[in-house]
Antibody, heavy 116, light 111 residues
């Protein structure tokens, strides 16, 4: 079974860019779709977007203007960049594999706090 | 509020059966898009519980079952156990939003 691990800074200043990486082990990122999802503290889940290993992407329209997801097949990783962050972007960020439109498995998640 | 509507909380005694509903509209569940369910135990990442409306991934007990009809879907849990206490989320696709959408989540309490 594949395992996913998110990594990146836990604290980002307002107006800056949030950057996270998801490393996939136990399998290859090729031939799959890979998603980012976030969960503000005490709240529900929000889909951010996905990337196919070829680089094709699809983003949540509510975040599209600020989001870029990229993939590096040589490192078996995919990444999230979220620009111009505010306190409302404080959340636990998860990466997950998408198969036939469901998400499985998920990474353990990483908390990113936006604060000066 | 979420595009998919779930009750904020449900509860039941050990051994009982509970049902968690997920109500959508003609642009998501009613349009024929599949519904998937996730279980999130306290302090952990969500875990796939039911895929494509009714399918249980390997390792998920048969106490969990899913169904879909019209613009709604349901998750049934029978023989409630204390370890079932968790948040449960439904997920589908919305063609109006062009996005994957989640329900707001339902907190299950085992009395």
């Amino acid at each position: 079974q594949e395992q996913l691990q998110e990594s990146g800074p836990g604290l980002v200043k307002p107006s800056e860019t949030l950057s996270l990486t998801c490393t996939v082990s136990g399998g290859s990122i090729t031939n799959h779709y890979w998603s980012w999802i976030r969960q503000p503290p005490g709240k529900g889940l929000e889909w951010i977007g996905y990337i196919y290993y070829t680089g094709s992407t699809n983003y949540n329209p509510s975040l599209k203007s600020r989001v870029t997801i990229s993939a590096d097949t040589s490192k078996n990783q995919f990444s999230l960049n979220l620009r111009s962050v505010t306190a409302a972007d404080t959340a636990v960020y998860y990466c997950a594999r998408e198969t036939n439109n469901w998400l499985d498995p998920w990474g353990q998640g990483t908390l990113v706090t936006v604060s000066s | 509020q979420s595009v998919l509507t779930q009750p904020p909380s449900v509860s039941g005694a050990p051994g009982q059966r509970v049902i968690i509903s997920c109500t959508g509209s003609s642009s998501n569940i009613g349009a024929g898009y599949n519904v998937h369910w996730y279980q999130q135990l306290p302090g952990t990442a969500p875990k796939l519980l039911i895929s494509a409306n009714t399918n249980r991934p390997s390792g998920v007990p048969d106490r969990f079952s899913g169904s879909k009809s019209g613009t709604s879907a349901s998750l049934a849990i029978t023989g409630l156990q204390s370890e079932d206490e968790a948040d449960y989320y439904c997920q589908s696709y919305d063609s109006s939003l062009s996005a994957w959408v989640f329900g707001g989540g339902t907190k299950l309490t085992v009395l």
